[in-house]
């Protein structure tokens, strides 16, 4: 093979992987699904499905509201009990095609449905956007945004932990607050790097913010998965100590609007009765 054939061989092979990246980056998000045994034995609950989004990054030319609004039909498909939201609604991304406001971003929000509403933290890019303009639009699409704080959703209390990346976050302000109100305790979290703290009594958490590496090079892996601790807590399902960790890959992008080996995803999580009458106390 002459230079100039490598050379053409290589290109043809970059591009078609840029274009792969991109079409994965803008496909539709994959439903992934978990179990966890929390309620009590003697619920009235047989199952209560959560549904998991995050890292939303809305900005061109990946997520536009429009595709945002094509998601949240998705996911009102799969009927949740609740919805919980690990952050990122907003992105700066450097070759984005396409800026929105905020109220641009959540709108389409507004329209996910479920029996127990909508709970939301705010990740590092909502902090470095406007943290209060972000809250303030969520609610007023109606989504309850927690700042290390709980809300009840029937019988759990959903405790919300505000951004650790950009030191935010105050667990133990959270857990007191989860306490008060009582019910079967879900942590939710922009980064998941708070999870060895998190106590035994709290057998589940979600969280967002790693993309799951968003790339993933073949042999080499993933370029970076902005957490403490590397790949171990970054996609999918970790069961540690007890506790039950689900980390999404989100839905859009940051910095670049690619994914490659990531693809963008939500995740239901049916939680089921506990097998023995065991207790999640904080």
């Known amino acids: 093979m002459t230079f100039s054939k490598f050379l053409l061989l290589a290109l043809l092979i970059v591009t078609g992987l840029v274009g792969w990246a991109y079409w994965t980056a803008i496909s539709d998000p994959v439903v992934r699904f978990a179990e966890v045994e929390m309620l009590p034995p003697g619920s009235s609950q047989k199952q209560l499905r959560i549904l998991l989004l995050s890292d939303i990054h809305v900005a061109g030319p990946d997520m536009s509201p429009q595709r945002l609004a094509r998601i949240v039909r998705q996911a009102n498909a799969q009927k949740p009990d609740a919805v919980l939201i690990a952050g990122d609604f907003v992105s700066d991304k450097q070759f984005a095609t396409e800026r929105f406001s905020v109220d641009e971003a959540v709108v389409p929000l507004r329209d996910l449905k479920s029996?127990?509403?909508?709970?939301?933290?705010?990740?590092?890019?909502?902090?470095?956007?406007?943290?209060?303009?972000?809250?303030?639009?969520?609610?007023?699409?109606?989504?309850?945004?927690?700042?290390?704080?709980?809300?009840?959703?029937?019988?759990?209390?959903?405790?919300?932990?505000?951004?650790?990346?950009?030191?935010?976050?105050?667990?133990?302000?959270?857990?007191?607050?989860?306490?008060?109100?009582?019910?079967?305790?879900?942590?939710?979290?922009?980064?998941?790097?708070?999870?060895?703290?998190?106590?035994?009594?709290?057998?589940?958490?979600?969280?967002?913010?790693?993309?799951?590496?968003?790339?993933?090079?073949?042999?080499?892996?993933?370029?970076?998965?902005?957490?403490?601790?590397?790949?171990?807590?970054?996609?999918?399902?970790?069961?540690?100590?007890?506790?039950?960790?689900?980390?999404?890959?989100?839905?859009?992008?940051s910095i670049l609007p690619f994914r490659l080996g990531a693809a963008p995803d939500m995740w239901i999580i049916a939680v089921r009765k506990r097998s023995r009458s065991t207790s999640n106390r904080l």
């Open 115 to 253: 029996r127990f509403g909508t709970f939301a933290v705010l990740g590092n890019h909502d902090h470095w956007r406007n943290a209060a303009a972000t809250r303030s639009a969520l609610r007023r699409v109606g989504i309850t945004v927690l700042d290390n704080s709980a809300a009840r959703a029937g019988p759990m209390v959903i405790g919300g932990l505000d951004d650790a990346f950009t030191h935010h976050d105050d667990l133990s302000i959270t857990l007191r607050a989860m306490a008060s109100l009582g019910g079967e305790p879900v942590l939710l979290s922009h980064s998941p790097d708070p999870f060895p703290r998190v106590p035994a009594g709290v057998k589940l958490m979600l969280a967002g913010h790693t993309h799951c590496g968003q790339i993933r090079l073949p042999v080499v892996g993933a370029i970076s998965y902005m957490s403490d601790y590397g790949d171990k807590y970054a996609c999918g399902v970790v069961v540690e100590d007890g506790k039950t960790l689900v980390v999404g890959a989100g839905l859009g992008t």
